[in-house]
C-alpha cells in the first residue's frame, strides 16, 4: 500500500471516528462535552496534517508523471525541486461542524454560513473572513443580504407553525399598499317581453386595500458564538424567532392587533351565532352556523377552533351522538366535522373563554375572505451593546406584511354573547 492510499484509510477512519463521538454525544446529552471537543480537536488537527502531507506527495507525483512523458534524462529529473507547498486556509466548515445535525436547515452547511453570518453582523473577525471567501469580498463586506438559506428556514418555520400564512389568500406586494378590487355591482337579468327594452346595469366595484405594517422580533443569544455551538444555536434562533412571529400572525387574524383591528373575533363584516359559553354549544348550533354560511360556488368550507374546544365540549357531544365503536374511541378520529376538516389553531380562543365576544369557532373558506401580504422579507441586526452588561447579543429579526378582510361573507363565526 503506497503512502497516500494509507493517508486516504486514515482520513476515513478519522471522519468516521468524530462523525460518531458527534452521534453519541447529540444522542445523549444533546451537545458536545469538554472531553469530546478536545477529542475532536485532535482528530482535526491529525485529519489537516495528513490532508497536507497528502496533497505535497500528490503533487510531487503530478510532477514526475509529467517529467517521464517529456521524457527527460534522469539528471534532469534529479533537478527536479520538490514543490513548494503553502498552507491552505482551514476548511470552510470545519469537520466537527459537519458531523452534527441541524433540526431547521437542509444541511449543516446551510446552518453554519447561516450562523457566521449573524456572527459577522456582530462584528465577529472570523465570521467575517468567513464571508469574505464565500463571497469573495474584502472582509466586512457582503454581509447586508440575508443568506437564502436562513430566510428559506424562517419562512418555511412560518408556514409551518402559523395558520394564518396557510389559511389566508398569499399575495406579494409591490408597494406600501396593495388593492383588490371587488364586484359588487352584477349584470340585471329580466325577462322582456316583445319589443319591450331591455333593463341594463352596470357592473360596479369597491377597493379593498392591504397596508403593510412592520413586525419584529427580537431574541437574546450568547455573545461566544463558537463553532462547535454555532449550528444548534442557529437553529434555536430561528426556531424562536419563526414561532414567535407564526403566533403573532395568527393572534392578528382571529383576535386582533395593529396588523388587522379587531381581527374576525370583531370583524362586522364576518356575520355569526352566539351561545352563552363553550359548555353550552349544542349539535344544533354547529348545524346552524354550516346552514348560515352562503353557498358560494368555489369555496373550500372549513372549520377552525382551538384544540381545547374540539378535543373538549365538541367531542364530547359527538361521542354522546352514538354510533362508535371501542375501536373509534381508542385510535381517535380523524379532526372533520359533519364532513369538513378541522384546524386546530392556539390563537382562537380556547375552552376557558367566558368573556363577551369571544371567537370560539370559525366556519367557511378563509383563503377567500382574508388576503395576507408580503411587503418585505425578512432582515436582521445584531444589537451587541443592548444586552452587554449579560455578555449577550440581540438579533433582531423584521418583515412588513399585511392581513385584510376582503370577502367576509365567504366566512361565518361562533362567538360568547
Excluded at 257 to 282: Q, R
Aim: hydrophobic residues 40%; negative net charge; proline residues 4%.
Amino acid at each position: 500500500m503506497s503512502r497516500v492510499e494509507a493517508i486516504n484509510a486514515r482520513l476515513l477512519d478519522i471522519s468516521n471516528e468524530m462523525e460518531a463521538i458527534s452521534n453519541v454525544a447529540l444522542d445523549g446529552e444533546g451537545s458536545l462535552s469538554e472531553d469530546d471537543n478536545k477529542q475532536i480537536d485532535a482528530l482535526n488537527a491529525e485529519f489537516d496534517s495528513l490532508d497536507l502531507e497528502k496533497d505535497r506527495l500528490v503533487k510531487i507525483q503530478a510532477a514526475k508523471d509529467k517529467i517521464a512523458a517529456a521524457k527527460l534524462t534522469p539528471a534532469a529529473v534529479a533537478a527536479v525541486v520538490e514543490p513548494e507547498i503553502t498552507k491552505q486556509d482551514e476548511p470552510l466548515i470545519p469537520a466537527r461542524v459537519k458531523n452534527q445535525k441541524s433540526a431547521c436547515f437542509n444541511s449543516t452547511e446551510d446552518a453554519y454560513k447561516s450562523g457566521m453570518w449573524l456572527a459577522a453582523l456582530g462584528g465577529n473577525p472570523k465570521a467575517k473572513q468567513f464571508l469574505a471567501s464565500q463571497n469573495e469580498t474584502n472582509a466586512g463586506e457582503g454581509i447586508e443580504t440575508v443568506p437564502t438559506p436562513l430566510s428559506d428556514a424562517l419562512i418555511n418555520l412560518l408556514n409551518e407553525y402559523g395558520h394564518a400564512r396557510k389559511l389566508c389568500r398569499r399575495v406579494a406586494m409591490g408597494a406600501l399598499t396593495w388593492t383588490v378590487p371587488k364586484v359588487i355591482g352584477h349584470a340585471a337579468i329580466s325577462f322582456p317581453s316583445e319589443e319591450s327594452p331591455i333593463s341594463d346595469a352596470q357592473m360596479t366595484f369597491e377597493q379593498k386595500v392591504l397596508t403593510a405594517s412592520k413586525m419584529a422580533g427580537l431574541v437574546k443569544i450568547s455573545s461566544e458564538l463558537v463553532e462547535d455551538s454555532i449550528v444548534s444555536v442557529v437553529d434555536e434562533v430561528t426556531k424562536d424567532l419563526a414561532y414567535g412571529m407564526a403566533q403573532k400572525e395568527d393572534e392578528s387574524l382571529f383576535t386582533g392587533s395593529a396588523l388587522y383591528t379587531g381581527g374576525i373575533e370583531g370583524d362586522a363584516g364576518v356575520v355569526g351565532n352566539t351561545v352563552v359559553g363553550v359548555s353550552s354549544i349544542a349539535l344544533t348550533d354547529l348545524t346552524a352556523l354550516v346552514a348560515l354560511l352562503p353557498n358560494f360556488a368555489g369555496i373550500n368550507r372549513e372549520w377552525t377552533m382551538n384544540r381545547s374546544v374540539f378535543y373538549g365540549q365538541i367531542r364530547d357531544l359527538v361521542n354522546a351522538a352514538g354510533g362508535n365503536a371501542m375501536g373509534d374511541i381508542e385510535s381517535g378520529q380523524r379532526p372533520s366535522l359533519f364532513g369538513f376538516p378541522v384546524n386546530l389553531c392556539e390563537a382562537v380562543p380556547g375552552a376557558a373563554s367566558s368573556t363577551s365576544g369571544d371567537l370560539l369557532i370559525t366556519f367557511g373558506d378563509i383563503g377567500t375572505s382574508h388576503y395576507f401580504g408580503d411587503r418585505r422579507n425578512l432582515s436582521f441586526r445584531i444589537l451587541d451593546q443592548l444586552y452587554a452588561n449579560t455578555d449577550q447579543i440581540g438579533v433582531q429579526a423584521t418583515q412588513r406584511v399585511a392581513l385584510a378582510s376582503v370577502n367576509p361573507e365567504s366566512l361565518v363565526k361562533l362567538t360568547i354573547a
